[in-house]
């Protein structure tokens, strides 16, 4: 059974740096779509990155697009969402997904995916 932990959430300032974990269990395969997806409080969750392990692509939300990168270690099994220049709007439950189906764009939105961790809380103050 597949299980995605996430790690490195915290309480940072303005313009502060992050790097969300999100360590795979049960699954180690090639054919995988990742989404890092953040819900703030009372807004919908929305889709902010993805990575394809099917041809290492990633995308990009344009509100995050060239501050966030999500980059993998495939001997840890282990996706990361480097965060930089935070902002406020930034504040979040941040949740890694994954999906085994090819397509793996921005477009997607959260609900294609199927397997969710449990979150790891991003928190930026002014």
């Known amino acids: 059974q597949v299980r995605l932990v996430e790690s490195g959430g915290a309480s940072v300032r303005t313009g502060g740096s992050l790097r969300l974990s999100c360590e795979v269990f049960?699954?180690?395969?090639?054919?995988?779509?990742f989404g890092w997806v953040r819900q703030a409080p009372g807004k919908e969750r929305e889709l902010v990155a993805t990575?394809?392990?099917?041809?290492?692509?990633?995308d990009y939300k344009d509100t995050v697009s060239g501050r966030f990168r999500v980059s993998r270690d495939n001997n840890k099994n282990t996706v990361y969402l480097w965060m930089d220049t935070l902002r406020p709007e930034d504040t979040a439950m941040y949740y890694c997904a994954a999906k085994f189906t090819r397509t793996c764009t921005i477009l997607l939105g959260p609900r294609p995916f199927n397997h969710w961790g449990e979150g790891t809380q991003v928190t930026v103050s002014s």
């Open positions: 049960g699954y180690s395969g090639s054919g995988t779509c």
């Open positions: 990575f394809s392990t099917f041809d290492q692509s990633s």
